[in-house]
């Protein structure tokens, strides 16, 4: 059977290729970047948008910035500067086809960036009219509705004194609101508001009186000779390599060594819903000849547990946990909504020319009451107190085929007299061998003592402290058809963890050969292997011993263009999971997936049908799903089922967009799903997107 399926696929190939929509091109970004996070909870607003803009807002490569080709965020920086110095050399691009003439473009690089580039004579124009910002500004209002289909053991019908005495059950229902109205004009001008309510929370009434739980609001300009870029509201800063300071998410290992690095935009407008990684305040970035200041301010409140102090402190109430999950649903959560007021203040001086950039940065971030955390032996080092002081130094270099960057960060605080404190560094190599080969190495050392609460440096824990680590990795075109990706990463923690009783080490190595002879055809392989250290669940009451704890994922991938209509994408995935103190475990994922976008009709149908078996959650596999725009889906699949989802678009009246999305997973081996308040009786667990945009 398996032959025969390979067969037809051999033989369809011989099909014509059809041109890939918006929807299709930005997707497949974002299944290539979101694979490899391995959460649920992800969010690539800004990997999206910035897509988004260049598609209908193609960047000139005649004028394109470095700043502005590095938002594609889909090339590296010797690509860039490869770009930059054959413009110096010889003039201004004179059709797109000159891209092939660059050392270090090969034709998949050109191939990724035509749908948001070209070539023109004409400059931009950098002077803005309000006249002219509103009439080619654009309008986007969006309205999403995501109800939960079955019933929850926290939405059960109970009294009002058992509802404001216990905090298994929700005030609000089980519905997810959001609305998100904006105003842009290119990439200069951004106005917006958006407004969400979770699921259980209350609204209109109770503790949301004003409605939704979370607003943001914004308004962000760019594009100035001396006033470079300046936000009112909520914004997030990047700063360097991310280790002192970024407010946004950031890109963990892929199979594109690109990754590794980071590209800093100083201010972004914020337009996502995560309730923390943003700053509330004012920005600006002042610019003179080849020098540029960032300077911002920002207060907001922060969901956390209010303690009263015995006679040791000298302020009457602390904190003793923050809270970062954002959900006001019950009386516990509730309580802690707003609970401490946040200050962060900093600026990041920066010299820029055609190859050099360095910077210098330094951030003040303090609470109105003292964070004084429950002490035990991993954590004895972590922050404690009113404020915390880090200053930063970064820098990036391209000669020729060689781009070397890295940052150097150090952070102070002070508690109960003493000091406290660590340092922070990283630097990384890339380098383009010819445009058939590159190959990066990243270094990266941070202490025990280092601590910063907006941070996303290159990394295998979930912030930049405690650990230790040497990253190499390669990109090779092997052929015409073929390349390989690879890499591996040796990492150790020099100090404990949460549930890691003694300092640990392990690694991490990807390959992935890919098999592309054009457009319309491309097989992939890959094998991950991760060896961790984890605590023994073999316990004597004594010492508790680590052991090594080796998980194997297995991966067949197959994307096949059958016409200008239809596409189908089939994986099989298998995992393995072995540790001393437990017996060996497996799983396995295929997935199924057919695409349908019939030419002159206003619609676009995705499918998807899976199967799973996995003998606990230990072994979950991630997999990417279609979505709503602006709505992310990377569900883990475990335990013994099967998934199914339906997605459809449809546009209508020139400016409108539907998205209705419904899935399910049905499981044949629970009687229920999940615990506590979120569980569900039976085996069934559905959800439903319903999502309009009106743009003009």
């Known amino acids: 059977m398996i ?15 059809r041109a890939q929509d918006r929807n299709e091109i930005i997707q497949q970004r974002i299944e290539f970047i979101s694979e490899q996070l391995q959460s649920e909870d992800i969010d690539l607003t800004n990997v999206i948008e910035a897509l988004n803009f260049y598609y209908d807002n ?3 490569l005649n004028s394109a910035t470095a700043e502005e080709l590095e938002e594609l965020n889909l090339l590296t920086a010797v690509q860039i500067n490869d770009l930059i110095l054959h413009r110096k050399r010889f003039g201004k691009f004179i059709s797109i086809y000159e891209l092939q003439g660059l ?16 070539v023109d004579d004409k400059l931009d124009n950098l002077h803005i009219s ?18 939960t289909i079955e019933k929850k053991a926290g939405y059960e019908n109970v009294t009002d004194s058992v509802l404001q005495s216990s905090n298994n059950y929700y005030f609000g229902n089980s519905d997810r609101y959001y609305s998100r109205f904006r105003y842009t004009y290119r990439s200069n001008i951004s106005i917006g508001v958006t407004a969400e309510k979770d699921p259980g929370e209350q609204f209109f009434r ?10 943001s609001a914004h308004i962000f300009y760019k594009g100035g000779k001396y006033l470079k870029s300046f936000a009112i509201g909520d914004y997030q800063v990047q700063v360097g390599q991310g280790i002192n300071l970024w407010s946004s998410y950031a890109f963990g290992k892929t199979a594109d060594i690109a990754t590794m690095k980071r590209n800093a935009i100083p201010i972004r407008a914020y337009t996502s819903v995560d309730e923390n990684r943003f700053f509330r305040g004012a920005a600006a970035d002042l610019g003179y000849k080849n020098f540029s200041l960032l300077s911002f301010a920002s207060v907001k409140k922060v969901d956390a547990s209010i303690a009263i102090a015995d006679s040791t402190y000298d302020d009457l109430e602390f904190i003793s946990t923050i809270d970062l999950s954002g959900l006001h649903r019950t009386n516990r959560e509730i309580e802690k909504k707003n609970g401490l007021t946040e200050y962060v203040a900093g600026a990041n001086l920066r010299y820029v020319n055609s ?20 002490e035990t032996y991993y954590n004895q080092y972590d922050f404690r107190g009113k404020q915390n002081i880090a200053a930063s130094f970064d820098y990036n270099y391209v000669f020729k085929n060689i781009n070397l960057f890295g940052e150097v960060s150090q952070n102070y605080f002070q508690y109960e007299g003493e000091n406290f404190g660590g340092t922070a560094m990283v630097h990384g190599a890339m380098l383009s061998l010819d445009p058939n080969a590159s190959v990066g190495i990243l270094y990266r050392d941070y202490g025990r003592g280092y601590q910063t609460f907006y941070n996303a440096g290159f990394s295998e824990g979930s912030n930049t402290q405690n650990e230790r680590g040497l990253y190499v990795g390669g990109k090779f075109k092997l052929a015409k058809a073929w390349s390989l990706n690879g890499y591996i990463d040796l990492f150790q923690f020099p100090w404990m963890k949460y549930q890691v009783d003694a300092p640990s080490q392990g690694h991490e190595l990807l390959i992935q050969p890919t098999y592309k002879p054009n457009k319309i055809f491309e097989i992939y392989g890959r094998f991950r292997q991760q060896l961790r250290q984890k605590n023994s669940r073999d316990l004597d009451g004594t010492i508790t011993p680590i052991e090594d704890v080796l998980q194997r994922n297995y991966r067949f991938n197959l994307s096949y263009t059958v016409n200008e209509y239809f596409t189908i ?13 437990g017996v060996a475990e497996k799983g396995t994922l295929f997935t199924q997936d057919f695409l349908y976008r019939p030419k002159g009709l206003p619609i676009d149908l995705a499918i998807r049908y899976a199967l799973f078996d996995t003998d606990s959650y230990d072994t979950r596999i991630y997999s990417f799903e279609n979505n709503a725009l602006y709505v992310f889906a990377t569900p883990a699949y475990y335990y013994q089922g099967s998934r199914a989802y339906i997605l459809l678009r449809y546009s209508f009246l020139r400016h409108c967009n539907l998205w209705v999305r419904y899935g399910y997973f049905l499981y044949n081996n629970r009687k229920t799903i999940s615990s506590g308040a979120e569980e569900i009786q039976g085996s069934r667990k559905s959800d439903l997107v319903i999502q309009l945009r009106i743009n003009w």
């Open 103 to 118: 050392t270090y473009w090969d034709l998949t690089t050109i191939q990724l960036v035509l749908p948001f580039v070209f």
């Open 58 to 60: 193609k960047l000139n």
């Open 569 to 581: 994408k089939s994986r099989v995935e298998f995992v393995t999971l072995n540790r001393v103190s």
């Open 206 to 215: 109770g503790s949301q009186k004003n409605g939704f739980d979370f607003y």
């Open 3 to 17: 032959l025969r399926c390979l067969f037809l696929i051999v033989f369809l190939v011989t099909f014509a290729a």
């Open 130 to 147: 309000i006249k002219e910002a509103l009439r080619e500004g654009k309008f986007e209002w969006f309205i999403r509705y995501q109800p």
């Open 355 to 374: 190859a050099l950039r360095l910077g210098a940065a330094g951030v003040i971030q303090g609470y109105d009451k003292p964070f004084v955390k429950n």
